[in-house]
């Protein structure tokens, strides 16, 4: 476990604080950026731009290439905000801190909001704006879509695949559409062990699913759901899968789509923000679950590993195969992954190991309710034991603690959203895919060591553990909103916990043997009970085997 002094921890949370994205060298700024010229001029439809990867692209996009004429953002209203409110809010995030001292505040005038809705039909769009995108838009990003792997399957149909079929819709009438590129995924094939970058036949016809889920009434399709899902273990890989063949059957109709399928998102690795997110799912979250000391035990074999690639790896990609598709005229490389196992291969355990060696003596959060630890269970029934000693006891216990307190009990409702997401996290971390990824390595081929830097698409130079540290510290920062200025006492709170979780365990391990002391006369006496039990139950068995065989050779002579 690596020890760090007191000045080498400033001058780490100094670095995080002030950081910037590297500056092309001097030697490479001759070289052309091809990629970027490619979007001169065009003018952009997002989906999903709110959401995670969405916010990423925009920034990106604005950043790398600040010749693009416009970029048009579906936004719907929500809690109370217009979609203009809505930009407004997006740009607040520190991700466009950069982007703005690097191209002024200016640059997000390219950005304009179109109200709409993609779970409704039409998208909800009004015709003037339909118009508007019909006639001037050339490149499509769709990345709408809920995440939410437990979403009820008609409002995942409604929004996943039916919203995918109308943006389609939408972009068949683009007069100059360029390229229509859907943000899919890499695990909504799960039946397919090794995944080729190619077409998948679907597990149902997703105009009739479509029809089906607009008919029924969601409390029906909750009933029938699981015979719909079929082998599918949730809705959103389900209705993925659906969504891809709506894009494959353009694709076969002449419409000029992509179809990416990146793995799991994480957070940002190098630009422009390292270790920022807006949400806690994938690793983050267990990070998170476990730095606090809620989470003590997995379902899950340790050694397997899932596959995991940072947003801005995964933008970069997006932003390549759009440039490869218009700017280089290849037309064959339709479906594209954007993963790591092939490259990259991180266990559970060592995310778990890295993570609690982080979080006990470099980036503790605050409040931990107890010392980082447990581990992976192999076995279901030994994990759920422990869900209920480790997990479930401890949440009632401290819940009323907090309401004898004065304050709101929350940590059984915490453990409940915990078990929940367990159900998820253990569907995919026991079992295991292979994703092959030959068109990135087609990119790193045919790009220059300037669009190389530029445009990453590579892991070269990843080291985990500070990979790690920048994820915690930055979920520390914008994710659970606590301040640098509270690590020290948050360090002084973690040696405090560590010394009552040693107390705790000497206490428990001295009343299971006082326990034993105590009733050890009782105990040698239902131990002395049993045995003589045992013996009378054998020696009457023997006695019997000895009877027969005296008496029937007895009974043979007489018959």
């Not at 419409?255 to 793995?263: D, F, Q, T, V």
């Amino acid at each position: 476990m690596p020890k760090y002094t007191a000045a080498e921890m400033a001058s780490f949370e100094e670095g995080f604080l002030n950081y910037k994205p590297p500056v092309l060298p001097d030697e490479l700024s001759h070289l052309p950026d091809r990629v970027s010229k490619s979007f001169v001029g065009k003018t952009i439809f997002i989906t999903g731009g709110s959401g995670f990867l969405g916010k990423v692209l925009v920034e990106k996009l604005l950043r790398k290439c600040p010749d693009i004429e416009r970029i048009y953002l579906l936004l719907r209203t929500k809690k109370g905000s217009n979609p203009k409110q809505r930009v407004e809010t997006i740009f607040s995030s520190v991700l466009f801190d950069y982007l703005k001292e690097l191209r002024g505040v200016e640059v997000l005038n390219k950005v304009y909001p179109i109200a709409g809705d993609v779970s409704e039909p039409n998208l909800a769009i009004n015709e003037s704006d339909r118009r508007l995108l019909a006639d001037t838009v050339q490149i499509v990003y769709h990345a709408a879509a809920t995440i939410r792997f437990d979403e009820a399957l008609k409002k995942a149909v409604l929004l996943n695949t039916r919203g995918t079929k109308m943006v389609l819709e939408l972009a068949k009438e683009m007069k100059n559409l360029q390229v229509f590129v859907h943000v899919s995924t890499s695990y909504c094939h799960l039946e397919e062990k090794v995944l080729f970058e190619k077409a998948y036949p679907p597990p149902a016809d997703p105009h009739k699913i479509i029809q089906s889920m607009e008919m029924l009434d969601e409390p029906f399709v909750e009933t029938i759901s699981k015979e719909i899902l079929g082998s599918f273990p949730n809705s959103y890989a389900f209705t993925k899968c659906l969504s891809e063949h709506l894009v494959v059957e353009q694709i076969e109709a002449g419409l000029p789509c992509i179809i990416a399928r990146p793995s799991i998102v994480i957070p940002i690795w190098k630009e422009p923000l390292p270790g920022w997110t807006d949400n806690i799912n994938g690793p983050t979250g267990l990070l998170i679950g476990a730095g606090k000391g809620v989470i003590r035990t997995m379902f899950c074999h340790n050694q397997g590993y899932a596959d995991y690639l940072p947003v801005d790896i995964t933008v970069n990609g997006i932003i390549l195969f759009t440039w490869n598709y218009i700017g280089n005229n290849d037309t064959t490389r339709t479906i594209c992954h954007l993963t790591s196992s092939q490259e990259w291969r991180v266990t559970w355990q060592e995310i778990i190991d890295i993570g609690k060696s982080i979080v006990t003596t470099e980036v503790p959060l605050n409040g931990a309710v107890w010392y980082p630890g447990g581990s992976m269970k192999s076995s279901k029934l030994v994990h759920n034991i422990c869900v209920f000693f480790l997990h479930t006891i401890p949440a009632y216990f401290l819940d009323a603690v907090i309401y004898l307190s004065g304050n709101k009990p929350c940590l059984v409702r915490i453990q409940d959203r915990i078990n929940k997401g367990f159900e998820v996290f253990e569907y995919y971390a026991n079992n295991q895919w292979e994703f092959r990824n030959e068109h990135v390595h087609y990119m790193r081929r045919i790009m220059n060591p300037r669009e190389k830097f530029e445009y990453k698409v590579d892991g070269n130079d990843m080291d985990i553990r500070n990979y790690f540290r920048d994820c915690i510290m930055a979920a520390r920062i914008y994710i659970l909103k606590e301040t640098p200025d509270t690590l020290p006492r948050a360090r002084i709170h973690m040696k405090i916990m560590y010394y009552v979780d040693i107390i705790a365990k000497i206490l428990l391990f001295g009343l299971l043997l006082w326990t034993i002391f105590k009733w050890s006369d009782t105990i040698i006496a239902i131990g002395l009970l049993l045995f003589n039990l045992v013996r009378l139950f054998f020696k009457s068995i023997f006695s019997a085997i000895n009877s027969d065989t005296t008496v029937e050779p007895i009974l043979n002579k007489e018959l």
